[in-house]
Protein backbone atom coordinates (compact mmCIF):
# COMPACT_ATOMS: atom_id res chain seq x y z
CA UNK A 1 0.00 0.00 0.00
CA UNK A 2 1.74 3.40 -1.15
CA UNK A 3 2.35 6.01 2.07
CA UNK A 4 -0.79 8.68 2.15
CA UNK A 5 1.85 11.76 1.98
CA UNK A 6 2.54 10.35 -1.70
CA UNK A 7 -0.77 10.80 -2.27
CA UNK A 8 -1.49 14.57 -0.72
CA UNK A 9 -0.43 17.24 -3.10
CA UNK A 10 -0.70 20.63 -3.32
CA UNK A 11 -0.76 22.73 -6.61
CA UNK A 12 -0.38 26.72 -7.20
CA UNK A 13 -0.64 29.11 -9.46
CA UNK A 14 -0.97 32.70 -9.67
CA UNK A 15 -2.63 35.02 -12.61
CA UNK A 16 -2.31 38.67 -13.22
CA UNK A 17 -5.55 40.32 -13.66
CA UNK A 18 -6.51 44.11 -13.81
CA UNK A 19 -9.67 44.31 -11.85
CA UNK A 20 -9.05 45.46 -8.01
CA UNK A 21 -8.17 42.31 -5.28
CA UNK A 22 -11.14 43.36 -3.54
CA UNK A 23 -13.75 43.62 -6.52
CA UNK A 24 -12.11 40.01 -7.63
CA UNK A 25 -12.55 38.65 -4.39
CA UNK A 26 -16.28 40.31 -3.57
CA UNK A 27 -17.02 37.96 -6.51
CA UNK A 28 -16.28 34.55 -5.02
CA UNK A 29 -17.39 35.84 -1.53
CA UNK A 30 -20.37 38.15 -2.17
CA UNK A 31 -21.87 37.42 -5.64
CA UNK A 32 -20.74 33.63 -6.71
CA UNK A 33 -23.97 33.30 -8.23
CA UNK A 34 -22.82 35.73 -10.66
CA UNK A 35 -19.47 33.76 -11.88
CA UNK A 36 -21.37 32.26 -14.42
CA UNK A 37 -22.60 35.03 -16.26
CA UNK A 38 -18.62 35.59 -16.64
CA UNK A 39 -17.56 32.62 -17.92
CA UNK A 40 -20.74 30.83 -19.39
CA UNK A 41 -18.87 27.82 -21.30
CA UNK A 42 -17.00 26.90 -17.75
CA UNK A 43 -19.40 27.67 -15.09
CA UNK A 44 -22.96 26.85 -15.29
CA UNK A 45 -24.06 27.79 -12.00
CA UNK A 46 -23.43 28.50 -8.65
CA UNK A 47 -26.69 27.98 -5.70
CA UNK A 48 -26.42 28.52 -2.08
CA UNK A 49 -27.36 25.53 -0.03
CA UNK A 50 -27.18 26.85 3.21
CA UNK A 51 -25.96 29.31 5.02
CA UNK A 52 -25.16 33.06 3.64
CA UNK A 53 -22.79 34.15 1.03
CA UNK A 54 -19.29 34.53 1.77
CA UNK A 55 -19.59 33.13 5.18
CA UNK A 56 -18.09 30.34 7.15
CA UNK A 57 -19.86 27.67 7.38
CA UNK A 58 -21.94 27.75 4.59
CA UNK A 59 -22.35 25.63 1.79
CA UNK A 60 -22.67 26.50 -1.83
CA UNK A 61 -22.94 24.05 -5.29
CA UNK A 62 -21.15 24.71 -8.23
CA UNK A 63 -22.25 23.27 -11.12
CA UNK A 64 -19.05 23.62 -13.82
CA UNK A 65 -17.32 21.55 -17.23
CA UNK A 66 -14.15 20.43 -16.72
CA UNK A 67 -12.14 18.30 -19.13
CA UNK A 68 -15.67 18.61 -21.08
CA UNK A 69 -17.47 17.11 -18.60
CA UNK A 70 -20.44 18.78 -16.48
CA UNK A 71 -19.54 18.63 -13.11
CA UNK A 72 -20.97 18.89 -9.64
CA UNK A 73 -19.64 20.27 -6.49
CA UNK A 74 -20.78 20.68 -3.43
CA UNK A 75 -18.95 22.87 -1.09
CA UNK A 76 -18.23 24.22 2.25
CA UNK A 77 -17.34 28.13 3.20
CA UNK A 78 -14.19 27.02 5.71
CA UNK A 79 -12.33 30.49 5.50
CA UNK A 80 -13.27 34.35 4.05
CA UNK A 81 -10.45 37.31 5.52
CA UNK A 82 -11.83 40.53 4.17
CA UNK A 83 -8.41 41.97 4.70
CA UNK A 84 -6.62 39.32 2.81
CA UNK A 85 -9.01 38.71 0.10
CA UNK A 86 -8.90 35.27 0.80
CA UNK A 87 -12.13 32.32 0.47
CA UNK A 88 -11.54 28.54 0.70
CA UNK A 89 -13.91 26.31 -0.01
CA UNK A 90 -13.57 22.48 1.19
CA UNK A 91 -14.91 20.07 -1.52
CA UNK A 92 -18.01 17.96 0.52
CA UNK A 93 -19.67 15.88 -2.22
CA UNK A 94 -19.18 15.70 -6.12
CA UNK A 95 -17.11 14.34 -9.09
CA UNK A 96 -13.81 15.19 -7.85
CA UNK A 97 -14.68 12.87 -4.56
CA UNK A 98 -14.51 10.37 -6.93
CA UNK A 99 -10.91 10.78 -7.31
CA UNK A 100 -9.79 12.52 -3.97
CA UNK A 101 -10.31 11.43 -0.58
CA UNK A 102 -10.31 15.62 -0.03
CA UNK A 103 -10.14 18.79 -1.68
CA UNK A 104 -9.73 22.28 -1.18
CA UNK A 105 -9.59 25.41 -3.05
CA UNK A 106 -8.45 28.79 -1.73
CA UNK A 107 -8.18 32.01 -3.77
CA UNK A 108 -6.22 34.81 -2.51
CA UNK A 109 -6.34 37.80 -4.43
CA UNK A 110 -3.33 40.72 -3.39
CA UNK A 111 -3.52 43.89 -5.43
CA UNK A 112 -0.28 44.86 -7.26
CA UNK A 113 2.49 47.12 -6.02
CA UNK A 114 3.10 50.16 -6.90
CA UNK A 115 0.60 49.82 -9.83
CA UNK A 116 -3.06 48.89 -10.90
CA UNK A 117 -4.35 45.74 -11.23
CA UNK A 118 -3.73 42.44 -8.92
CA UNK A 119 -2.37 39.19 -8.29
CA UNK A 120 -5.11 36.24 -8.09
CA UNK A 121 -3.53 33.24 -6.43
CA UNK A 122 -4.77 29.93 -6.61
CA UNK A 123 -3.71 27.12 -4.08
CA UNK A 124 -5.27 23.76 -4.34
CA UNK A 125 -4.90 20.67 -1.70
CA UNK A 126 -5.66 17.57 -2.19
CA UNK A 127 -5.91 14.16 -1.24
CA UNK A 128 -5.66 11.61 -4.36
CA UNK A 129 -7.51 7.78 -3.48
CA UNK A 130 -4.77 6.15 -5.48
CA UNK A 131 -1.70 6.74 -7.24
CA UNK A 132 -3.87 6.17 -10.52
CA UNK A 133 -5.16 9.29 -10.15
CA UNK A 134 -3.63 12.26 -11.85
CA UNK A 135 -2.67 15.49 -10.04
CA UNK A 136 -5.62 18.10 -11.08
CA UNK A 137 -3.43 20.17 -13.47
CA UNK A 138 -5.98 20.56 -15.43
CA UNK A 139 -8.04 21.67 -12.63
CA UNK A 140 -5.47 24.33 -12.09
CA UNK A 141 -5.71 25.70 -15.51
CA UNK A 142 -9.26 25.54 -15.52
CA UNK A 143 -8.94 28.26 -12.34
CA UNK A 144 -6.68 30.20 -14.90
CA UNK A 145 -9.02 30.43 -17.62
CA UNK A 146 -12.11 31.54 -15.34
CA UNK A 147 -9.91 33.69 -13.26
CA UNK A 148 -9.17 35.53 -17.28
CA UNK A 149 -12.68 35.37 -18.06
CA UNK A 150 -13.97 36.97 -14.58
CA UNK A 151 -11.75 39.71 -14.83
CA UNK A 152 -12.90 40.87 -17.91
CA UNK A 153 -16.17 40.04 -16.86
CA UNK A 154 -15.27 43.09 -13.96
CA UNK A 155 -13.22 45.31 -16.28
CA UNK A 156 -17.05 45.92 -18.82
CA UNK A 157 -18.83 46.52 -16.09
CA UNK A 158 -16.85 49.45 -14.66
Known sequence: ???????????????????SAK??????????HHVS????DKIHG???HE????????IV????VHDGKLTVGKNKIEAVDPEKNLITFKVLEGD???EYKSFAFTLQVTPKQGESGSIAHWHLEYEKISEEVAH????????VEISKEIDEHLLAEE
Not at 51 to 58: F, L, Q, R, Y
Not at 136 to 143: M, V
Request: glycine share 6%; charged share 25%.
Open 51 to 58: GDWGKVGS
Open 96 to 98: LMN
Open 23 to 32: KFHHMFTERP
Open 136 to 143: PETLLQFC
Open 37 to 40: KATP
Open 46 to 48: CEL
Open 1 to 19: MAEASSLVGKLETEVEIKA
Open 61 to 64: IWKY
